[in-house]
């Protein structure tokens, strides 16, 4: 089956400082990715659809310029959380699709977020 | 737009009885509708999907959903419980968006085994 993986697990960083999450396709060309959030105790929460070679899509109440996403390639995208605060800590979660519609949204092992 | 409700938030079975997770949906047109579990601090795994044919779907791990669309519903199954199907299940549906499969989930229920 197709593998996504995601980099890195866990990461704790200061306040004011950034993280990058990086989202693989290890084995198929993802024309799309999309990153999903999640609080503890809650569902995932898509922040934002990522196309290869062209700005990503944002859902309403996303801050597009304090989580930059870049789909620099048709195996990689990043997530950047620019200044993080306490309350960006979360999980994050990325997943790939193929081409076709009809296939499965295959998902990252997730990114643990803590901001001190 | 569309959207998904699991109405159980938290379902404790004993080992071995069965269960049965309920899901509805709202979506125009056909959905494309998706069981995943999640263990504590892990991503997803996809239990199983529908996209069109019969209703009745297998997954893995001995589960089953059974996809009515009178009732727009998608509820999972299974015969026996094992202790290690203690985790959170999360009904989803799919849209295209951008060449991909986006997913909205639904609020997940927290799965207890009692053994």
């Known amino acids: 089956g197709a593998v996504v993986s995601q980099h890195p697990s866990r990461v704790i960083c200061k306040s004011g400082t950034s993280v990058k999450i990086e989202c693989r396709s290890l084995d198929f060309q993802a024309t799309t990715m999309f990153w999903y959030r999640q609080f503890p105790k809650q569902s995932l929460m898509l922040m934002a659809t990522?196309?290869?070679?062209?700005?990503?899509?944002?859902e309403q109440g996303v801050e597009k310029d304090k989580f930059l996403i870049n789909h620099a390639s048709l195996t990689l995208s990043t997530l950047t959380v620019t200044s993080a605060h306490p309350e960006d800590s979360s999980f994050y979660i990325c997943s790939a699709s193929r081409r076709q519609l009809n296939t499965e949204a295959f998902f990252g092992q997730g990114t643990r977020l803590t901001v001190v | 737009a569309q959207s998904v409700t699991q109405p159980d938030i938290h379902i404790t079975v004993s080992e071995g009885a069965s269960l049965e997770l309920r899901c509805n949906y709202s979506y125009g047109a056909t959905p494309y509708l998706f069981w995943y579990v999640q263990s504590p601090g892990q991503g997803l795994q996809l239990l199983l999907k529908?996209?069109?044919?019969?209703?009745l779907v297998q997954g893995i791990k001995g589960f089953e959903a059974e996809f009515k669309r009178s009732q727009s519903s998608f509820n999972l199954r299974k015969p026996s419980v094992h202790w290690s199907d203690a985790a959170e299940y999360f009904c989803a549906v799919g849209e295209e968006a951008g060449g991909g499969n986006k997913l909205t989930f639904g609020t997940g229920t927290q799965l207890k085994v009692e053994l």
């Open positions: 529908y996209f069109s044919g019969d209703t």
């Open positions: 990522s196309n290869e070679g062209s700005k990503a899509t944002y």
